[in-house]
């Protein structure tokens, strides 16, 4: 039997049978289309947290500064860094940290309305800088801090629980016992969270809660510039030569995080992806064995008119080869298909590998060919006495 005449039986054999045939290979396919999908969606999703790693952590650089070394008109220089979008000079203290507020100058014992809050001094690029956002009012410039205004501005929390929700009437808050007119709340804090529960001032109120001098600068720097800047903003805050006392707080190596990232996705739906496909041979072994026991007359038939072992086991492991190569052939189109749609739906960036579409139907027929290896072999193993009786 030439390899002509082999594909032509299994061919034979598998068209005599159509819808067996067809739901033998939607095993393979749901197999090979579980496999495609499930890693085409962890490559995408893995490359959306790493996008968004990127665009948070790997764009933030603190630099926490000693007593009296970084001044407030230091941190202006930083701007003019390649590679800086914004930075913030933050000045906080143990002192500052525990201060009591209260929304009003009447002690009600009916109504709570002191707090204990921080008291931070921050530059007015702020809100910029910690990607926060505006929600009521306005945050103060650089004419508050030069015309020494008392105003402030609390976070969206610390506004909550002084039961303050609008400032359109310029409420005011009483910080040992001064008052400060509030100007407006900020919220939204994509980065140091801490600050929604802090009342804000401008850096020429600092001197009244005893921040003299920068404790902390924040930089929001543009995607992969991080390293660099983390290593130029000590020597622009203090080029005397004290930049070694400055301590940089920077993020670690995107590379590092996208490929652990990238790891832990695909390594999970690797493991649903193979289970399915284990599934889909399972399914064409099962097929193949019972069409064995059907078809014990024609392989009696062909073994009496002079087949051999090896032609009858050819005949089936071309059978359920063929099923697992139609079948990698369509899950991998079907696989590739729902990875653009899912992406689509969701405006992600489909992430594909080629190689993988390509080695899918060698897989399917792979899959095809262990499957129907028992049933051919038990085939092959018939006598023709017995299985013409």
Request: net charge positive; aromatic share 4%; hydrophobic share 50%.
């Amino acid at each position: 039997m030439g390899p002509r005449d082999l594909w032509e039986e299994a061919l034979a054999g598998m068209l005599a049978r159509p819808v067996r045939s067809a739901l033998t290979t939607l095993g393979t396919v749901l197999g090979i289309g579980t496999l495609v999908i499930t890693l085409g969606i962890a490559a995408t999703a893995g490359n959306q947290i790493v996008g968004r790693f990127d665009a948070l952590t790997a764009t933030s650089v603190i630099v926490e500064t000693p007593e009296d070394r970084v001044g407030w008109n230091d941190v202006a220089g930083l701007t003019r860094l390649n590679g800086v979008e914004s930075a913030t000079a933050l000045a906080q203290s143990e002192k500052s940290s525990n201060q009591s507020v209260t929304a009003n100058a009447v002690i009600d014992p009916t109504r709570v309305s002191g707090q204990t809050l921080a008291v931070v001094a921050a530059g007015p690029d702020l809100p910029r800088t910690v990607k926060g956002r505006i929600l009521s009012g306005r945050f103060y410039d650089e004419g508050h801090s030069a015309r020494r205004d008392r105003v402030v501005v609390l976070g969206a929390d610390a506004a909550e629980m002084l039961g303050i929700t609008d400032v359109r009437h310029a409420p005011a808050v009483f910080i040992g016992g001064r008052a400060y007119t509030v100007i407006g709340i900020l919220g939204g804090f994509r980065r140091e969270t801490s600050l929604a529960t802090a009342v804000l001032i401008p850096p020429a109120l600092g001197p009244e809660f005893g921040l003299r001098s920068v404790t902390r600068v924040l930089i929001s720097t543009r995607l992969g510039a991080a390293e660099l800047i983390a290593r130029q903003a000590p020597l622009m805050l203090d080029p005397r030569g004290g930049a070694g006392e400055l301590r940089v707080i920077a993020p670690p190596s995107p590379t590092r995080a996208k490929d652990g990232v990238q790891e832990d996705v695909n390594g999970l739906f690797l493991i649903l992806g193979l289970v399915s496909l284990v599934v889909g041979a399972v399914g064409i072994a099962n097929v193949t064995l019972v069409t064995v026991m059907e078809r014990v007359n024609e392989i009696g038939l062909r073994r009496a008119l002079g087949a051999g072992r090896r032609h009858i086991a050819y005949q089936f492991l071309t059978e359920s080869g063929f099923i697992g190569l139609i079948g990698g052939i369509v899950g991998a189109c079907l696989g590739i298909g729902v990875v653009v749609a899912v992406s689509a739906v969701k405006t992600w960036t489909p992430v594909l590998d080629l190689r993988l579409a390509l080695v899918s139907p060698l897989a399917g027929a792979l899959v095809g060919l262990l499957a129907g290896l028992y049933p051919a072999l038990r085939a092959a193993r018939m006598e023709p006495v017995e299985a013409l009786r």
